[in-house]
């Protein structure tokens, strides 16, 4: 008789808080900010983080030593130049493809996501969040509501 294993969803699954961000701010600008206005020090990773072999996203971490939490930025769009494979008037020409890192929320500029064992997401972080300018607003995002729950497990 063989014996059959099988390995739930809740073995590897992690704990973490997701916060949207809306903000016309580029990346880096944003950063900037949340480093200022949080005191938190977010910096660039060295690669993107890419989910398919043609799409890569930017991704900002800092590791919170003092409350043993990590946190990550993550730019929700990503746009990709693809050249159009056809004869005659548009022969050459290039036409731009938009992906999203949360196909659920497209209306989301950035994602936080706040890795802390027991923790519950303080008002006040996104309270702070609301009061930063050209921050139009940030709210909390279920991720046992979302179906593209893996895209967040990196």
Request: no cysteine; charged share 30%.
């Amino acid at each position: 008789m063989v014996a059959i294993h099988r390995i739930t969803e809740d073995l590897g699954e992690d704990t973490f808080q997701l916060v949207a961000l809306h903000s016309s701010l580029e990346d880096y600008a944003l950063v900037y900010a949340l480093n200022l206005h949080l005191k938190t020090n977010f910096k660039r990773t060295r690669g993107d983080l890419e989910t398919m072999a043609q799409n890569s996203f930017p991704i900002f971490e800092w590791r919170d030593k003092a409350n043993d939490a990590y946190w990550t930025l993550i730019k929700n769009q990503s746009t990709i130049e693809e050249n159009i494979k056809v004869d005659g008037l548009f022969e050459g020409e290039t036409s731009v493809r938009t992906y999203h890192f949360l196909p659920e929320h497209k209306e989301v500029d950035y994602l936080i996501k706040i890795e802390q064992d027991g923790m519950d997401l303080d008002s006040a972080v996104v309270r702070e969040l609301n009061t930063m300018p050209r921050v139009m607003t940030a709210y909390t995002i279920d991720p046992d509501t979302l179906k593209s729950k893996k895209n967040l497990i990196f």
